[in-house]
């Protein structure tokens, strides 16, 4: 046992608790935590706590159950890392800081190594509800000096409805086993200012940060709020700062190898991290005084409830947090008469901590506005919405298991009173009453969700030979939940946060579209596309969902595979069918492409705009400080890097390329093409796996902002940004003209302006009655013949049947113009017979007249790249 532990459990043990009275409470908890999870150990490989009968592949708890095993894949494996993953999004991989990753619960499924990942995970869970509970036990045991209260505390913490809310798929938020040891130290170190102390406030802090980052932020504010009461009642202020920012910058080093890389790719990265929606997922007024309707206690009132609460935002896993009457009872009644210097900090730990869950205004029975001016009361969780580390926590609700530590101990107290009391006898019926009450409240059965594992997993698995799998179509929102089974690294498969900057390479190249989402493809690709596709990403094996297809699509897809990528069909059932390819992977001799070959689609994987025309060239333009190219395996040998880069903007911008994460070249660049070179040594490119080349500048990029021409108004800079279905947040429309900003969603966002500067802008929604394609096309014929048109559509083909090629024709567009409908598209047209300005791809889409706004500091564009062996 180290040494450390030995020294903590020998305080314990000093304050009158045995190593055997310490086995006996945990053993006691546990038997509650295999009692109140049940049926859960009988069922540890086949099934996983969540609503559904059967395992909805999509769900969190399908997520999470991936977590812990890539923690500890990552860990007993010399070539992977836990901090980022290229087994999703291949190859370009995510990072696994900015993810709810339960990096503790994952190194606690180690020790479990003969069990599968779904076994030990749930094993974990049954224990973290024990260990949880032997946590408060410690905290109520320091607080009460009381065996019986502290028992309680450990239960009424360890074992409360909102665990068993979350436990249904939120797995993450089962980790709450430090939080009330992050208590306990900091109020050992202000009653006795050790050493000792000090380094076990610092450890609990920093060990929470590997739990979820949500309880992370939460116990900083725990601390904040015992440190700022002991400020204001004790004496000792200066030594009791000087102590907790000792055990701060501990807790900092103890959390680094984590924390540091988070708060890189937060500050650094595009990682997308959802700061709104704070009062979707909050606790009314109501929810803390009424059990849920999954608690056996709710069934015999289930009618009452129906019919005079709003279930919606009252109950439900992000709206539940009932403490329980007993408990009230117990703090209100009895522990307001007892409440010692601890407790009275507790009981206001608690109710500063339930008012947070509330959100930013207060809610009673899901009403939030009142009278006829529809007033808001607001709260103080509003200010904590817009702290820097709160902003992302978007779940208030979550907060209240803050308030559980302050109300078990704060229970434990009014406990320990009725047991002190002069009737011993009535106080031990008052108390066991009151004990058994909540421990009968507190049971919610867990959901089970049986695994039903295909039948395509288990030939996947069979097969020993290298390669990834491709699962169609390439859903975004579907976890990698069968990759401990199958070991193979996929092209798409969620995570909790995605860089958005992600999906849309799976969208460049009909090849690629053709695996995400065939039935959305222009145009099936080639022989020649599909199988260099194959190769440069090793795809062994594809998936295809059957129940996602109709069935003449199920055998387009069939046939395409077969005759595109060549593989094979070796598995089929109701619901799937499994294609292989049946060839080895070959790496290439070299490698030569043009930004204006439709082959370097396949290239442009990270953070390039879609391919567009400059000076009479085609470029793909950096649109972020740090963009990548994939190349396929090559034969092993000494290569000569060759590359056209130009630069527009501020000049000299410094690059810096890598390869496979290894710096090897630095450049200067200037106003212009630039010629770059670098010799690349044997053994630098690999041979047998995708190679990552990356452009790394010092300064912000993104597109030139006088793309375009001047013809038309020139002297009205006009700018116009369409997302597609792929870029973030779904997209967005963007028209500015004169200065003038004009935005929309999914839809077409249509501009008419003239030389004066007059802006008419109208929105067009697919499908709807009012908006058809002949309405589109009478607005462009009847626009003024000086005007300009400007368009930016996300999400759009076609207006009520008719193409939207046949509505652009008057702005010199084809009447047969077809686009892909979940790709990006902005335009600029004239109808005095100038060319358009077209943009249009997977990237987002951009362009604009000259004299438009500056929209970055320098723009860097590849224009062409060969590996040629020496």
């Known amino acids: 046992m180290p040494t450390t532990l030995q020294s903590w459990l020998a305080g314990l043990t000093r304050s009158g608790l045995t190593r055997r009275q310490i086995g006996l409470v945990f053993g006691l908890y546990l038997a509650l935590s295999i009692a109140y999870t049940f049926p859960l150990a009988l069922n540890l490989s086949t099934h996983l706590p969540d609503k559904h009968p059967t395992l909805d592949l999509t769900s969190d708890a399908a997520l999470q159950s991936w977590y812990p095993w890539w923690i500890r894949y990552a860990l007993f494996s010399p070539d992977e890392s836990v901090l980022h993953s290229d087994w999703v999004y291949y190859p370009l991989g995510m990072e696994m800081t900015m993810q709810p990753a339960m990096f503790l619960h994952g190194v606690m499924t180690i020790p479990l190594f003969w069990m599968d990942i779904v076994a030990a995970n749930n094993t974990v869970i049954i224990l973290s509800f024990a260990l949880s509970g032997l946590a408060a036990f410690f905290l109520g045991y320091y607080v009460t000096r009381s065996v019986p209260a502290a028992l309680f505390c450990g239960f009424v913490y360890g074992f409360c409805p909102y665990k068993f809310q979350h436990l249904q798929g939120h797995i993450q938020l089962m980790s709450t086993e430090t939080l009330p040891l992050v208590a306990l130290s900091l109020i050992r170190l202000f009653d006795k200012p050790e050493r000792r102390n000090l380094v076990w406030a610092g450890i609990w802090l920093g060990l929470t940060a590997y739990t979820d980052y949500y309880y992370f932020a939460y116990s900083l504010l725990m601390v904040g709020f015992i440190t700022t009461y002991r400020l204001i009642t004790d004496a000792s202020r200066l030594t009791h700062l000087r102590n907790v920012a000792l055990a701060g910058v501990l807790a900092f080093a103890f959390a680094a190898p984590l924390i540091v890389p988070a708060l890189h790719s937060a500050t650094q990265s595009d990682y997308a991290i959802v700061t709104a929606n704070h009062e979707k997922h909050k606790a009314d007024l109501l929810s803390p005084f009424l059990p849920s309707q999954r608690q056996w206690v709710s069934h015999p009132i289930r009618g009452l409830l129906d019919a005079f609460t709003n279930v919606d935002k009252v109950d439900g896993i992000e709206h539940a947090i009932y403490i329980g009457w007993p408990l009230i009872i117990l703090c209100v009644w009895f522990g307001r008469r007892a409440l010692s210097r601890h407790g009275l900090m507790f009981a206001a730990l608690s ?221 089929r059932d109701d619901t799937s069918a499994l294609f292989r390819y049946p060839k080895d992977f070959t790496p290439v001799e070299d490698l ?192 003024p013949a000086s005007a300009t048109i400007v368009i930016a559509a996300r999400t759009l083909n076609q207006l009520n049947g008719v193409a939207l090629g046949q509505s652009l024709r008057w702005l010199g567009f084809p009447a047969d113009t077809k686009m892909n409908p979940l790709s990006s598209l902005a335009i600029i047209g004239w109808k005095d017979g100038t060319a358009p300005i077209l943009d249009y791809g997977a990237s987002w889409a951009m362009v604009g007249t000259a004299g438009a706004r500056k929209l970055c500091d320098a723009s860097v564009g590849l224009k062409a790249i060969e590996f040629v062996r020496q």
Do not use: C
């Open 592 to 783: 030569s492409f043009r930004t204006a070959d439709r082959m370097a689609e396949f290239h442009l994987a990270l953070g390039w705009s879609n391919r567009k025309e400059h000076k009479e060239e085609i470029v793909a333009w950096m649109t972020r400080k740090r963009s990548v190219l994939t190349i396929p395996a090559v034969k092993a040998g000494t290569f000569e890097l060759n590359a056209e880069v130009v630069l527009e903007g501020e000049a000299p911008t410094r690059l810096v390329t890598r390869l496979n994460g290894s710096e090897f070249g630095n450049f200067t660049l200037r106003r212009g093409t630039n010629h770059i070179s670098r010799r690349i040594l044997p053994g630098q490119l690999k041979s047998d796996a995708i190679n990552l080349v990356e452009f790394e500048v010092d300064r912000a990029v993104g597109f030139p902002h006088h793309i375009g021409t001047t013809a038309g108004p020139g002297e009205i800079p006009i700018e116009v940004i369409s997302g597609g279905f792929f870029t973030e947040g779904g997209g967005r429309a963007v028209l500015r003209i004169g200065g003038k900003l004009f935005t929309g969603h999914r839809g077409l966002l249509v501009g008419v302006t003239d030389t004066t500067g007059q802006v008419d802008v109208l929105t067009f929604k697919s499908n709807q009655e009012e908006d058809t394609g002949a309405r589109l096309e009478t607005l462009i014929r009847e626009a």
């Open 351 to 571: 109710a500063s901590f339930l008012i947070l869950t509330l959100g930013g205004y207060l809610q009673v029975n899901g009403v939030e506005a009142y009278g006829p001016l529809e007033w808001k009361i607001p709260l103080p969780g509003l200010l904590l919405q817009h702290l820097p580390v709160f902003e992302g926590a978007r779940a208030p609700s979550r907060i209240y298991i803050i308030a559980v530590i302050g109300l078990s101990v704060w229970g434990a107290i009014g406990l320990q009173r009725i047991l002190k009391s002069d009737r011993i006898l009535k106080g031990t019926h008052v108390a066991t009453v009151l004990v058994a009450v909540t421990m009968l409240e507190y049971v919610m059965p867990p959901g089970m969700s049986r695994i039903d594992e295909p039948g395509w997993v288990e030939v996947v698995a069979r097969d020993r030979k290298p390669g990834l799998l491709a699962r169609i179509p390439l859903f975004p929102s579907r976890p990698p939940f069968w990759q401990p089974r199958t070991e193979r690294k996929e092209l798409v498969a969620t995570l909790g946060r995605t860089d958005p900057d992600l999906p849309p390479y799976y969208w460049r190249h009909d090849a690629l579209r053709f695996l995400k989402m065939s039935q959305h493809l222009s145009s099936i690709p080639t022989e020649t596309d599909g199988g260099y596709l194959v190769n440069l990403l090793g795809i062994r094996y594809a998936v295809v969902d059957l129940t996602q297809f109709k069935e003449p699509t199920q055998k387009r897809i069939a046939q395409v595979l077969q005759d595109s990528y060549g593989m094979v069909e070796v598995y």
